[in-house]
């Protein structure tokens, strides 16, 4: 059978190209909103974090219609570190849009999702967006994108896929690069018109793959994915296996089917291939199960989701000022939310340690891993983190390590520093090219190069400069490097930080805290510029005597500090540190607490050397 009915589009781009905002535009003028409803800018970005940081990190169904064909949506993240999202969910489409601004063309995401695209054997739209850009480059990012295309091993026919013109935040669209319609039809007509219906087989015994699993405490796991085959009715048994695991076979019922309907999931009773749909009743129920009738239990091939490059330990708080701001403080506690994440991530990797308050956390980098945690401190959760390391791997009996693939575009006259940065940091530049009054420059360089390297990028090219990172291949270690050329100040003694000692610590280096902030011993308060670490007291008041008082003194001045993001502590932190998270605060810590004891290790390891 012919669904000449419904199209099943996926939107695929690099980060900050702009789909969330064109899905915004395809459901008010699809139906989805009523014409006198308010809705907020980028409706589908649901989450606090991804409303803040401008960013999608789950990828989401919707729907809209245009001339009576219902077009399934599925919007999807851009940045590197949740690329996991986007690989099962084109599992669901027929069809991808494949989004690149006008302006900064193809960039690394861009790469990774076309060949995933083109890997399944997807159709192809090209969609040119914010072409109203005044430093827009349209015939160049199209001559680009077919470059790429070509670099990927496109088919003919993928090289001859079509190409619309739009502007995502004005709601406009244009077969011709040259003007704007003010609707998006142009695009609706491509995916309905241009993009042929799916055949599938309606007859046919009942299969349906998960491609995502949702999770609501009164039903538990919920299942979303597309109808391969056959009718999926409610409250009928079913079995479920799974095509790269033979040992999953459990025989179980569909108790709630739904569909979307916009932003809304509507009740049906069945649902035939090609729909995507949203259901609950199964327990155990994972990313990459078949839902099959039990008369023809059939899996459907799953790809395999890319592995973690990077890993993290967390454990249970132990610092002096442990569960006096967490609601949820103990071992048991965090593994249950450390394992209850893998139900939703497939990037996501979690193992038990040799130690039971300690976990071995894996992700795709620093923002995966740091969006986990920001997640379960708001929830509440107080534990602490080590520094993000890479995953090496033997191939060969060679130890491998990951290589990312870095574009940074920057003003011509500040390519030096970025040149110099990539030498110390053991990077290969691939590829320079200009774009505009702007070079693009292309490397290759370890992961552990680029820890903490986004600041000093942002430093070195005065704010103006745009760096992004994907993930390339293993090739052979490359040598040591320094992560850290600078020391830190360590608080000497448990108390509150005063004025008076915080003036005398200033001048070793650049503080942390205020007046005011609790402190204790090996506590990290500061920076210093010297290789080794100083303790400062922070806590030291002013001594008092009769022929001197607290006020005789002129007023002391402190250097104004600057709160450190999550991120930015994680690029911080040294190998023998923690980063303390709390509800409340971020708290850079000493493993090894005691001053003496924490020398003592110090000349321990310099003479095993």
């Known amino acids: 059978m012919v669904r000449e009915d419904l199209r099943n589009v996926a939107i695929i781009a690099h980060v900050d190209h702009g789909k969330t905002t064109l899905v915004n535009e395809m459901l008010a003028q699809g139906g989805a909103f009523r014409d006198n409803q308010q809705v907020q800018d980028r409706v589908m970005d649901s989450g606090d974090l991804e409303r803040e940081r401008g960013i999608t990190i789950l990828a989401k169904n919707t729907s809209a219609h245009w001339n009576g064909v219902k077009i399934n949506i599925v919007d999807t993240p851009g940045h590197a570190d949740f690329s996991g999202e986007v690989e099962r969910v084109l599992k669901m489409v027929n069809v991808a849009l494949i989004l690149v601004d006008a302006a900064e063309g193809p960039l690394p995401q861009t790469r990774f999702v076309m060949q995933k695209a083109l890997e399944l054997g ?45 502007c995502g935040r004005q709601g406009t669209s244009s077969l011709s690069p040259d003007t704007q319609e003010p609707n998006l039809d142009a695009l609706f007509k491509t995916i309905v018109e241009t993009i042929p219906p799916m055949e599938l087989d309606t007859e046919g015994a009942g299969q349906l793959l998960v491609s995502c699993i949702d999770y609501n405490e009164f039903v538990g796991r919920i299942g979303i994915g597309r109808i391969e085959r056959g009718v999926i009715r409610a409250n009928e048994p079913v079995s479920v296996c799974n095509f790269l695991d033979n040992k999953v076979r459990t025989n179980c019922r569909i108790v709630n089917l739904y569909q979307i309907e916009g932003l809304e999931r509507v009740p049906v009773a069945s649902a035939q291939a090609g729909d995507i749909v949203v259901f609950s009743g199964i327990d155990g129920l994972n990313i990459g199960d078949t839902v099959c009738e039990p008369t023809k239990v059939e899996p459907v091939q799953f790809i395999k989701i890319e592995e973690p490059t990077v890993e993290m330990t967390f454990s249970v708080n132990d610092s002096p000022f442990a569960g006096k701001e967490g609601k949820f403080v103990t071992t048991r506690q965090l593994r249950e939310r450390l394992y209850k994440e893998l139900l939703r991530d497939v990037s996501l990797r979690v193992n038990d340690t040799d130690f039971a308050d300690s976990f071995r956390v ?9 969006i986990l945690i920001e997640t379960m401190r708001r929830e509440g959760y107080e534990f602490q983190v080590s520094t993000p390391k890479v995953l090496y791997k033997e191939i060969d009996g060679v130890r ?19 040149f110099a940065a990539m030498g ?3 990077g290969t530049l691939v590829h320079m090219s200009a774009v505009g009054n702007r070079m693009r420059l292309e490397f290759t360089v370890p992961s552990r190069g680029l820890f903490g390297y986004k600041s000093e990028f942002l ?30 100040l360590v608080a000497f003694e448990t108390g509150e930080a005063v004025t008076y000692g915080l003036f005398n610590a200033q001048g070793r280096g650049s503080l942390f805290i205020t007046p005011g902030t609790p402190v204790y011993q090996g506590m990290v308060v500061g920076v210093t510029n010297l290789s080794d670490d100083i303790n400062v007291n922070v806590c030291k008041t002013k001594h008092l005597s009769n022929t001197r008082s607290s006020g005789s003194d002129d007023a002391l001045t402190l250097v104004p500090v600057s709160k450190m993001s999550l991120e930015e502590c994680l690029e911080f932190i040294a190998d023998d540190e923690l980063l303390e998270v709390t509800p409340k605060s971020l708290r850079i810590r000493k493993r090894i607490l005691d001053s003496e004891l924490r020398a003592k290790a110090r000349f321990k390891e310099k003479t095993s050397k």
């Open 459 to 488: 430093t070195d090219t005065k704010g103006q400069g745009i760096m992004n990172t994907i993930f390339f291949e293993y090739e052979p270690y490359k040598g040591d490097m320094q992560r850290r050329n600078t020391g830190s």
């Open 362 to 370: 894996c992700g795709r980098g620093e923002m995966h891993l740091s």
């Open 400 to 418: 491998h390590e990951p290589i990312e693939r870095f574009v940074a575009d920057v003003p011509e006259d500040m390519t030096g520093p970025v």
């Open 424 to 426: 110390n940091r053991k």
């Open 122 to 166: 997807l159709k192809l739209i090209i969609v040119i967006n914010k072409v109203d850009r005044p430093d827009a480059r349209i015939a160049e990012v199209v001559e680009e994108m077919q470059l790429l295309m070509m670099d990927l091993d496109a088919t003919d026919e993928q090289l001859d896929s079509p190409i619309v013109y739009c």
